[in-house]
């Protein structure tokens, strides 16, 4: 189930890394990411994610950190975020969230399964003023490295069951009937 196997990565990321964790996979036209999971310790902060963020898809061709990691296939850690610049980019009914959580760092690794590209993992910190260490960072990576199969295999089962819903749908509603016929 995606959804089950996204929840976890980003709890998972919350528990050992960071304060706050998403998940962003690509859709099939292959230029949008969309937010499709979050987790975080302070709960107001998943619903800013989740509203403010995920209701605006970001484009892997970005020019900001998300869509370099996306684009170099590599992290991208900005250890030194400037409160204004986030603050004027967040719609301001969520401003009180910011000032009460300041995100102060942020780190985006790329999700790769078999050579192909599925999305960003991205986490922020706010509760320390400290950026990500290589150690940190490293543990982001492996994370990614490890559950990309898993995130590739869920997707390719949710869309297997699309499929067999259309083709049983299809078949139902056939006006003259259908068969299927072997050798």
């Known amino acids: 189930d995606l959804p089950v196997v996204l929840d976890t990565i980003a709890d998972l990321l919350v528990t050992h890394v960071s304060d706050a964790a998403g998940v962003y996979l690509l859709r099939d036209d292959a230029v949008t990411l969309d937010l499709m999971s979050v987790a975080s310790v302070a709960p107001m902060m998943c619903e800013l994610f989740e509203q ?3 209701g605006r898809p970001r484009r892997a061709d970005d020019p900001g950190p998300i869509g370099r990691c996306f684009v170099t296939r590599t992290p991208v850690v900005v250890n030194e975020i400037e409160p204004a610049a986030l603050l004027a980019q967040t719609p301001e009914h969520y401003h009180g969230i910011l000032e009460r959580y300041p ?3 942020l780190c985006y690794v790329p999700l790769m399964a078999g050579g192909d590209q599925l999305g960003v993992l991205a986490v922020t910190r706010f509760r320390t003023p400290h950026g990500f260490d290589d150690v940190e ?3 982001v990576c492996n994370t990614a490295e490890l559950t990309a199969p898993a995130i590739a ?3 390719m089962h949710d869309r297997l069951a699309e499929t067999t819903a259309l083709f049983e749908t299809a078949f139902a509603h056939a006006p003259i009937g259908m068969a299927i016929h072997s050798r």
Do not use: E, P, R
């Open 52 to 54: 403010a963020l995920g």
């Open 103 to 105: 995100t102060h760092s």
């Open 137 to 139: 960072v490293d543990l």
């Open 153 to 155: 295999s869920a997707v």
